[in-house]
């Protein structure tokens, strides 16, 4: 594969790909790039984890002039966890270029602080569809000097009604722009998007070649409505089920699910579109640092989760459609490694299984669970715990800052720390479950850069 040298990108820009480690590139960049950065309009079939999001945000970096202050470039994302993702990624690719300002409006959150964002403009908006149509038409977000236009994960975001609010967006936006629409799978209401929107597309798609394909063994497993809760519980006490993903198509089943595990002694939570927003990512936080093992999900809640290593996947019911099954599977099996992929199905789903089985080309593979009698109840702690330390980037909070305070007075060793999230105004820091009592007197009796902020638990 080509490297990104080859590119004709600012040394900005090519400073921040070798900072983060990117040599060469993946396919979708490889083949979307030059086409970006020549002000092509591209369509691309793309996956998560395809490194899509670094190369629609090189292209819209290219393209940014900081001397502008005006808003040049939006990403539009289907839910609220990928837009912060996304607004991640594209901040270390602008590492090196000095005051870039790049804001995340999503719905969710309150309007206030970001009416008070917008007083000056952003050079960059990544947000949710809902949240940047209401401020383009409240007029606190304005649209005219936009460049470049990305549609990230937009079949997604048609599944969820969007897209009336994608067409209102682009016709209160500059004319002439360049549109980038990734999509991991190209339905015809796709087509149609694109045609609507885009002039004279460049088409990308790209198939992983065999050697790259995940490795995902997928099983399914008739079981009785009656027995599914004794199913998914002994599947999670198998060695895989130290971190696993549990999809239900309900969210009512959602909560229920979460809380027989909880009951029956798993580290289970749940995460659905009714949650407050600070619960929802506290609770991706957990389960990304390994302060929780099992997370109980529906499937437009779960698709801002990046998780590399993720072992298990179990579809407690039966996908309602087979790019939905194959969205929840490839959550596992990532990053070169091995993944378990399992689907309950009773008789009623049987015709759902069989929609997978057309769409997939090759018989389901099905196995014989033979259920064990119920067991009392069994601990099954997660490895760590997350501690909240009650203060963020809007209070120059660092992820460096904290693990210094962990390793410096507190006396952990780095090995004891895991992942440590900053967010505007909290940091989440995951630590070995039997030396978090000790950080968490330590924090609190110390200082963290000099300061003293509040310290707690989490669940």
């Known amino acids: ?66 001397d502008t202050i005006r808003l040049q470039a939006l990403v539009l994302c289907p839910t609220r966890e990928l837009a912060d993702q996304v607004s991640k990624a594209i901040r270390k690719l602008a590492a090196n ?18 009416l008070a964002s917008l007083t000056h403009d952003p050079h960059i908006v990544v947000g949710t569809p809902g949240r940047v149509q209401e401020h383009l038409k409240r007029g606190s977000l304005h649209g005219g000097g936009i460049k470049v236009l990305v549609l990230d994960e937009a079949d997604r975001m048609l599944d969820m009604g969007f897209s009336e609010v994608i067409d209102d967006i682009v016709g209160r936006i500059a004319k002439h722009h360049q549109t980038l629409l990734f999509s991991a799978t190209y339905p015809e209401e796709i087509r149609a998007v694109s045609q609507r929107l885009q002039k004279d597309p460049i088409e990308v798609t790209v198939d992983a070649p065999a050697a790259q394909q995940p490795a995902i063994e997928q099983q399914f497993i008739e079981v009785e409505p009656a027995q599914k809760l004794d199913a998914l519980a002994q599947l999670l006490a198998g060695e895989r089920g130290q971190h696993a993903l549990v999809f239900c198509n309900m969210r009512r089943d959602v909560d229920a699910v979460a809380q027989e595990l909880d009951r029956r002694g798993y580290s289970a939570l749940a995460l659905h579109g009714d949650m407050e927003q600070r619960d929802r990512d506290e609770v991706l936080v957990r389960f990304a640092n390994r302060s929780c093992n099992v997370l109980v999900a529906t499937d437009v809640a779960a698709r801002g989760l990046d998780i590399a290593a993720l072992p298990l996947v179990l579809s407690y019911d039966v996908a309602h459609d087979p790019d939905t099954h194959t969205h929840r599977i490839g959550r596992t099996g990532r990053a070169g490694e091995t993944g378990l992929a399992i689907t309950l199905c009773t008789p009623r789903e049987r015709p759902k299984a069989a929609n997978i089985e057309d769409a997939q080309g090759a018989p389901l593979p099905w196995r014989a669970l033979k259920l064990a009698p119920p067991r009392g109840k069994s601990l099954q702690l997660a490895p760590m715990k997350t501690l909240v330390i009650d203060a963020g980037r809007q209070d120059k909070l660092r992820p460096g800052d904290i693990l210094g305070a962990l390793t410096g007075d507190a006396g952990l060793e780095a090995k004891d720390i895991g992942k440590i999230d900053v967010f505007a105004t909290r940091a989440y820091v995951a630590i070995s479950r039997a030396l978090a009592n000790k950080a968490l007197e330590r924090l609190r009796a110390g200082r963290i850069k000099g300061r003293n902020f509040r310290v707690r638990p989490l669940g």
Do not use: H, W
């Not at 979307?32 to 970096?61: C, N, Y």
């Not at 300002?101 to 719905?107: A, D």
């Open 1 to 66: 594969m080509p490297t990104f040298s080859t590119l004709p990108l600012k040394p900005a820009l090519l400073a921040s790909v070798d900072t983060l480690g990117y040599a060469e590139m993946t396919p979708v960049q490889a083949q979307s790039l030059p086409p970006m950065l020549q002000g092509r309009d591209v369509i691309a079939q793309a996956q998560t984890g395809s490194g899509k999001t670094a190369a629609f945000g090189l292209a819209l970096l290219q393209a940014l002039d900081v």
């Open 97 to 114: 270029i000095p005051n870039v300002k790049l804001l995340t409006l999503c719905g969710g959150m309150p309007l206030g602080p970001q």
